[in-house]
């Protein structure tokens, strides 16, 4: 089962029957994970997002400013895309704002009252979400967005986990030669459910070479543990799928290659498997929970929308 990045271009290179890099003049390692990685943010996550079970969600809170309308979506959502836009209040009271359309966000600008100062709707403007009404008081806003996988890159393009300290913002491991303390870091699990534990870390000091180590800034995730990975950030050396997903990642990739060496006989049959992979897997991941159905809550009922007026 191709965990890594590497298994996944060694099954592939079986599949399609392929020499290994060095004596094949068609396929480099590299160009196989680009391939896979296409099909991973073309055909398979897609797939993951119809099923509606909150994979790849992630927040990102930016402080709210009086005065200050617009917060950039996060670089990383997928599709350049939000799951939720949460507004909290400086007491810690937290509610989904619902988004308005784009033409009405100037009538909205104003409350229009003196004691109104929170925002209670949002409309989306290129890549920014502007509040509406215009806070005129600090907060929280929270966006909730699906991340986008991080690119997949060879095992030796990464530092796997060694061992940590003397000091406690230490990471031990082989360090890659060409990084620095210029570069900035993602941290990754290397297993199920390969989660990124944290991102765009900054380092002070970087020892590159066997035996290494990264100082980062700030304290390194307390989930990262000694196996797992720290990559350049948006990159990865494990392939971010859940389990059953990634057989499915395989063959769109086997597909993808067979195409390319003109096999279309080999293409049905990959293509047949792979149709054949991702209905199996989907029955995996939808419902998220077997055990429970989603409830629909009244979020503007009197009990809950009292709340909201502050």
Known sequence: MPYRSDDL???????????????????????????????????????VRKARGNYYVRSLDYAVASGVSDYSIPPRAQGASLRDVTYIDPNGNGWSIPEIPLEDSDYYKSSGSTWWSTAYVYTIEGNKVRLRPEPTREGTLRLRYYERPGRLVP????????????????????VPLTWTNANIFDSLSAGPTFDTFGMDATAAVVTAGVGGSIDFT??????????DYIALATESPVVQLTVELQPVLTSATVVRVLEALGDLQGVGVAQAKMERQMGQAVAHIQPRNDGEQPRIINRRGPLRFSRRWQ
Do not use: H, W
Not at 20 to 43: M, V
Not at 155 to 171: D, H, I, L, R, Y
């Open 218 to 227: 700030d304290p390194y995730p307390s989930e990262l543990a000694v196996g």
């Open 155 to 174: 095992v030796s393009e990464a530092m796997k986990v060694a061992g940590f300290g003397p000091n406690p913002n230490q990471v031990q491991g082989d």
């Open 9 to 47: 271009v060694s099954a592939v290179r079986m599949r399609c029957q392929l020499p290994t890099a060095a004596n094949d003049g068609k396929f480099t390692d590299l160009n196989i994970l680009e391939l896979a990685y296409e099909e991973l943010l073309t055909y398979v996550l897609p797939e």
